[in-house]
């Protein structure tokens, strides 16, 4: 009696996988919040800031991820954050105005801003849907939105058990004689 042959499916089935963990930019997150500037907690002093900015050491932001916000419910002028960014920026990989989950979807939209999203034309794409670093659903809206216009069909989850979110719909060709 001959074995059956096991087939793999999932490898035949022409599923292109994409998984969005892959994105996950390196380097450390660190959470400027510029409460720790405010004069008595409630207000940004323009004299003192440039002072701290002029002493503070900026190299410790070296090639880290950096987003800013104030915790405090006080008045920070716009200048101040931009004053930030201008100190910020030789040192600091990235700056985002925000907290770290916006700095956690802003660094997977730039990365998701790079791929090749021609090369999954026609193609049947599922977005893997379990990874070990959390991937903000920022980024899953992001891919699928890119991916609808050229995708023939676009799935989420795993390639052996998958939730379909879009089909590219046939070509209704006319066969009417008139």
């Keep these: 009696m001959e074995a059956e042959e096991i087939v793999n499916r999932v490898a035949t089935s022409g599923i292109v996988s994409l998984d969005l963990e892959e994105l996950h930019q390196p380097g450390e997150r660190i959470l400027y919040d510029i409460k720790d500037n405010l004069w008595q907690g409630m207000i940004l002093r323009e004299k003192d800031f440039r002072e701290f900015l002029k002493a503070h050491d900026w190299s410790q932001y070296a090639g880290k991820h950096v987003a800013i916000i104030c915790s405090e419910d006080a008045i920070v002028p716009t200048w101040a954050y931009m004053l930030l960014a201008v100190h910020l920026e ?3 990989q990235t700056i985002v105005f925000g907290d ?7 660094l997977f939209n730039n990365a998701i801003q790079k791929i090749d999203i021609d090369s999954f034309t026609g193609k ?7 990874s070990k670093v959390e991937v903000p659903v920022s980024a899953y809206v992001e891919i699928s939105r890119l991916l609808k216009p050229v995708v023939q069909s676009l799935m989420f989850g795993e390639p052996c058990s998958t939730v379909p979110l879009y089909k590219k719909p046939k070509s209704s060709v006319s066969t009417s004689t008139d």
Excluded: D, I, Q
């Design 90 to 92: 030789p040192h600091a």
């Design 100 to 106: 770290l989950a916006a700095l956690e979807a802003t």
């Design 124 to 130: 049947r794409v599922v977005v893997k849907g379990c």
